[in-house]
């Protein structure tokens, strides 16, 4: 079995918002010496697609990733903690929506086979369209399976998918490749530690380059960003009421609710 995992290189969400500027001219915002990891999402389809290879060591695990050259770092990052392969296709630049990468991953996709199973994370982990994979398995026929969180080769041929919702779960069966899966977290899909010795390993391996001129090109995008804008900033105020017990208190809350107007 052959799996493609895709990942992005993404600005940290753990960044602060007084960190970003917004640049209305590019209509999208900037973060001056940021630093940048590979989504939290993507993270969780990879880790998935490792633990299909744990239990079967014929398993092949691409990387695949669509943007600057420095998104080689995630690339390695895949590697040292299980990935065989990994593959770049360098972004020019420009504004992209969803539809537009997922044209230019089907094509990279199809170069590779197409895999069996190609997973993605959930959301982008930036612009959080969740459309990609479903995009992406339209132009390649495949069947998709939504807020997936672990997946079982059968013997008898096809997958098992089990999926999180919100309120149940669900086991789904696919009798035939290929398979796209949008992955979410799950306690089971943390992406494990790379060993030392991995890191030092995964930087000497090869990392295949290519332009989206070798795949065929890519779609147009189908979004047009209007403007992008800051959000106001508001002074907020913190007030502790006081009282003798918690009655007291809550005559005090309710007065001054009463007195602001807010109830």
Not at 158 to 174: I, N, P, Q
Not at 192 to 204: E, G, N, S, T, Y
Request: charged share 25%; hydrophobic share 45%.
């Amino acid at each position: 079995m052959h799996i493609a995992v895709f990942v992005q290189r993404i600005l940290d969400p753990e960044l602060t918002a007084s960190r970003f500027r917004i640049d209305p001219e590019a209509g999208d915002a900037r973060v001056p010496d940021a630093p940048y990891v590979m989504g939290p999402y993507d993270e969780n389809a990879l880790e998935t697609a490792l633990k299909v290879k744990d239990q079967d060591a014929s398993v092949r695990v691409t990387a695949v990733s669509y943007g600057p050259p420095e998104a080689e770092e995630i690339l390695r990052k895949a590697l040292s903690t299980g990935a065989d392969d990994a593959v770049l296709v360098l972004d020019e630049g420009g504004r992209h929506d969803a539809f537009q990468v997922a044209s230019v991953l089907a094509a990279a996709a199809r170069r590779l086979g197409p895999p069996d199973l190609l997973l993605f994370g959930l959301q982008s982990g930036d612009w959080d369209s969740g459309q990609t994979a479903f995009a992406a398995a339209e132009l390649l026929d495949a069947a998709a399976v939504s807020y997936a969180s672990a997946v079982e080769p059968l013997a008898e041929g096809g997958v098992r998918v089990h999926r999180v919702l919100e309120d149940a779960s669900e086991e789904v069966f696919l009798p035939r490749p290929p398979v796209v899966l949008s992955v979410t977290n799950d306690g089971r899909n943390a992406l494990r530690m790379a060993k030392v010795k991995d890191i030092l390993m995964a930087k000497r391996k090869p990392v295949e380059r290519l332009t989206v001129a070798d795949l065929g090109g890519a779609a147009a995008p189908r979004v047009h960003v209007a403007a992008v804008a800051a959000p106001e900033v508001r002074r907020a105020e913190c007030t502790f009421i006081e009282g003798e017990d918690g009655a007291a208190k809550g005559r005090a809350l309710a007065e001054r609710l009463l007195a602001e107007h807010l109830v």
